[in-house]
C-alpha cells in the first residue's frame, strides 16, 4: 500500500473511532445521478438495479427499478420499480408519494398530507390480518418510506459524522412493515469500483421488526438478521457505491457499474 493511502486509512479509521471527535467531514452535495448496479451472489450473476437521484434544495425524487436476469431468471424472472418523492425544507424530508409496482400485480401505496406524514396505505394483494397485524396510524408518527428513508440516513448520518457521532436510526413503513433501521459507521474502506480505486466508508445497516410482520417474518429475524454492509464514497457525494450482505451459503452483492 502506498504510503500517502496508508496514511488516509489512518486518519480515516481515527475519525471513525474517536466518539466527540469533530470530523472534518466536507458539506453534502445533493444527489443527482443515473446509476446502475449489477446484482450477484458469489459471482454469478442475478439481476441489475437501476437508480434515479434527484436531489435539489426544494424537494428530491428517487425511482429504483430492479430487474432479474442471468441465473436467478431460471428460478424467478422478476421486476419492480419503487419511486418516491417529497419536499425538502431546511434539511428536512417530507414525502408526498411512495409507490412500488411488482410482478402479479403486486402493488402498494402510502397517502401523506401536505407535511410529509403518513395518512393512509395501500397493498394488493391484501393480507389477511390474523396472518399479517395492521401497523396502527398512531405508530407511523414521524415515520417515512424506505426510498425517502435512504435521503434521510444518508443526511443524518453526515451530520452525525461532522459532529463527532457515527450512528443514526430511521424508521421506515412500507405499506406492511415498520421497521426501524440503524446505520452505523464502522471503518474506511479502500474499494474497486467501475475499475478505478475508490475511498468509502463502510457502514453497517440493522433492521429491527417493529410492527406488521408476520409469525414467521418474526422467526427468520430472531434467528439472525445477516449484516449488510453499505459502502458510501467518502467525499461530500456519499455517493452509494456497493451493498454486500452475508448470507448462508455466500455473499450477495450490488456494486455500481454505470454512473451518469
Known amino acids: 500500500m502506498k504510503t500517502s493511502r496508508y496514511k488516509?486509512?489512518?486518519?480515516?479509521?481515527?475519525?471513525?473511532?474517536?466518539?466527540?471527535?469533530r470530523a472534518q467531514v466536507p458539506p453534502l452535495e445533493p444527489l443527482n445521478a443515473e446509476a446502475r448496479y449489477d446484482v450477484t451472489f458469489n459471482g454469478l450473476?442475478?439481476?441489475?438495479?437501476?437508480?434515479?437521484?434527484?436531489?435539489?434544495?426544494?424537494?428530491?425524487?428517487?425511482?429504483?427499478?430492479?430487474?432479474?436476469?442471468?441465473i436467478a431468471?431460471?428460478?424467478?424472472?422478476?421486476?419492480?420499480?419503487?419511486?418516491?418523492?417529497?419536499?425538502?425544507?431546511?434539511g428536512q424530508y417530507a414525502p408526498t408519494r411512495f409507490e412500488f409496482k411488482g410482478d402479479k400485480q403486486r402493488h402498494a401505496t402510502l397517502a401523506f398530507d401536505g407535511e410529509g406524514h403518513i395518512t393512509g396505505s395501500s397493498r394488493t394483494p391484501q393480507d389477511d390480518p390474523k396472518w399479517r397485524p395492521p401497523v396502527p396510524a398512531e405508530a407511523l408518527a414521524g415515520v417515512v418510506d424506505p426510498a425517502t428513508g435512504f435521503f434521510v440516513a444518508r443526511r443524518q448520518l453526515h451530520d452525525a459524522m461532522d459532529s463527532g457521532g457515527k450512528e443514526v436510526t430511521v424508521r421506515t413503513y412500507d405499506a406492511a412493515h415498520l421497521t426501524d433501521l440503524n446505520v452505523r459507521a464502522v471503518s474506511p474502506a479502500d474499494l474497486v469500483i467501475m475499475g478505478k480505486p475508490q475511498r468509502a466508508i463502510n457502514l453497517v445497516i440493522a433492521r429491527k421488526p417493529v410492527d406488521g410482520y408476520t409469525e414467521k417474518e418474526k422467526k427468520r429475524y430472531a434467528a439472525g438478521d445477516p449484516p449488510i454492509h453499505f459502502y458510501l464514497s467518502a467525499d461530500g457525494r456519499f455517493f452509494p457505491l456497493k451493498v454486500e450482505a452475508g448470507m448462508k451459503w455466500g455473499v450477495l452483492s450490488a456494486e455500481l457499474t454505470e454512473l451518469k
Not at 450473476?45 to 442471468?70: C, M, N, P, W
Not at 421486476?79 to 431546511?90: C, I, K, N, S
Request: proline fraction near 2%; charge should be negative; aromatic fraction near 6%.
Open 8 to 21: 488516509l486509512l489512518l486518519v480515516g479509521a481515527a475519525l471513525l473511532a474517536a466518539p466527540g471527535a
Open 45 to 70: 450473476t442475478l439481476g441489475r438495479i437501476r437508480v434515479s437521484y434527484h436531489e435539489t434544495a426544494f424537494g428530491y425524487k428517487i425511482d429504483v427499478d430492479t430487474e432479474t436476469h442471468g
Open 73 to 90: 431468471a431460471i428460478v424467478k424472472s422478476e421486476h419492480t420499480d419503487t419511486v418516491a418523492e417529497g419536499t425538502l425544507r431546511d
